[in-house]
């Protein structure tokens, strides 16, 4: 158990973070240490190792399918395709996992993408009665409606290696390394059935969600269920980080996309980033809450460690970022609240029970007052220049993208 709290010199991290942090004597985090390959390795020797790697999986023929990259209508799925495609010369099969909380905006990206790359995709579309009965059983349980969005996403690309037996997966950035350094580059560690299941699930695999007290029967959670190990080997399958062997930069990245490609991004009012995850109303709203209530902090914070380590901002000017943004109050509950089926004030009760004691102190007249870790930030004596954030976040649509505030589903916008 954790006695002292202890922040990074550089960045804004703590010793609380979820996947763990160290300390060097200098007091910069382990986080911030891994970040600084990026300004040391030789990428251009990293390069020549990822066409090493991916050349036996080419298709001579260019005919068949080379890899299958799982892409959203936001975050890195332009830039990964990209790479792939037309610097690897890859010919990939595109799958994505139908969320249900789909935006308009992130629809329109999907099709782009579809059309820009010239790209055969795979969708696909859980049952939405048992994707409901088990996003009421992990928000009761575990606090966490967006489980059956991530389980779905990191398994169904795998599912595909294995019926269409292909087994090259393209990721783009593995998110330990990128906020904790959890590995070097030099790792260059791959997607695995353990990660995904500690980390990208929390330790909530898809077997553990059958308990005496839940409904769910095995119908409900059976395109949750990971290959087993003797599919997986009998295929091949891996799954690699783009990350590993090219200087990742989702900001400067996205520039690139909505540049060359038209990408699409949008305002949030609950960090300045506006190029992640505009495909989803959730994510950054009701979900990114939620991680506040738990954790004390939201994504917000990290994206403010990432342009730090960037040198984009300076901490200081971090800290005013996440103090600025994270306390903004939610928006489109009134879109879950009727998806789900649950009363709003039903829904404020279950959320409420998320906060966690050390970070939220209660009120009357169900107010909260908030202790979470950007109230114990220090800035220091930073003289530095101010930096122009505005000039790389700029958004250039809207998540509606001109339509209403609605759940999109596949077929009528693709």
């Known amino acids: 158990m954790i006695k002292k709290i202890i922040f990074c010199k550089k960045c804004l991290y703590s010793n609380l973070h979820p996947f763990g942090l160290t ?38 023929s260019n005919k068949n399918y080379d ?35 789909n935006t308009p905006l992130g629809i329109r990206n999907l099709a782009n993408l579809r059309n820009k790359f010239d790209v055969d995709i795979i969708l696909q579309n859980v049952n939405p009665i048992s994707v409901k009965k088990i996003t009421k059983h992990t928000l009761m349980e575990y606090g966490n409606f967006y489980w059956p969005i991530l389980a779905g996403h990191t398994v169904f690309p795998v599912q595909i290696a294995v019926k269409y037996k292909i087994p090259l ?52 959670i059976i395109q949750y269920k990971y290959p087993d190990h003797k599919e997986l080997d009998q295929v091949g399958v891996r799954g690699i980080y783009l990350g590993n062997y090219i200087r990742w930069d989702p900001a400067i990245q996205h520039k690139k996309m909505v540049k060359d490609f038209n990408y699409k991004s949008s305002s949030f009012g609950r960090t300045f980033d506006c190029y992640d995850y505009v495909d989803c109303f959730n994510y950054m709203n009701l979900h990114d809450v939620l991680k506040l209530y738990k954790l004390g902090y939201s994504k917000v914070t ?54 966690n004691s050390k970070f939220w102190k209660a ?14 930030l220090k800035k220091n004596k930073d003289k ?16 509606e993208y001109n339509k209403n505030s609605e759940y999109i589903t596949f077929g009528k916008g693709i």
């Open 384 to 399: 530095k220049k101010k930096y122009k954030l505005i000039k790389i976040f700029k958004a250039n649509s809207k998540l």
């Open 67 to 101: 890899c299958i990259i799982p892409v959203t209508g936001g975050q890195d799925s332009y830039f990964i395709v990209f790479i792939a495609k037309f610097k690897l010369g890859l010919n990939p099969l595109v799958v994505n996992y139908n969320k249900y909380f």
């Open 23 to 60: 300390f060097d004597e200098n007091g910069i985090c382990s986080g911030c240490t891994i970040h600084d390959e990026k300004n040391q390795l030789n990428w251009k020797e990293r390069y020549k190792q990822l066409l090493k790697l991916i050349s036996p999986y080419k298709s001579r």
């Open 169 to 220: 997966i393209i990721w783009g950035a593995h998110q330990g390394l990128e906020q904790t350094g959890m590995f070097s580059h030099t790792h260059e560690v791959e997607m695995t059935r353990r990660y995904r299941s500690d980390h990208d699930l929390f330790g909530t695999d898809s077997n553990k969600l059958k308990t005496l007290d839940s409904d769910l029967k095995e119908e409900d």
């Open 302 to 355: 990290d994206h403010a460690c990432r342009e730090i380590r960037f040198n984009r901002i300076s901490r200081n000017q971090g800290i005013n970022l996440v103090r600025k943004y994270e306390l903004n109050p939610p928006k489109y509950i009134n879109l879950f609240s009727r998806w789900l089926g649950a009363n709003e004030k039903a829904l404020e009760f279950i959320f409420n029970k998320q906060r």
């Open 363 to 376: 009120k009357e007249n169900n107010k909260w007052k908030f202790k979470g870790l950007s109230t114990l």
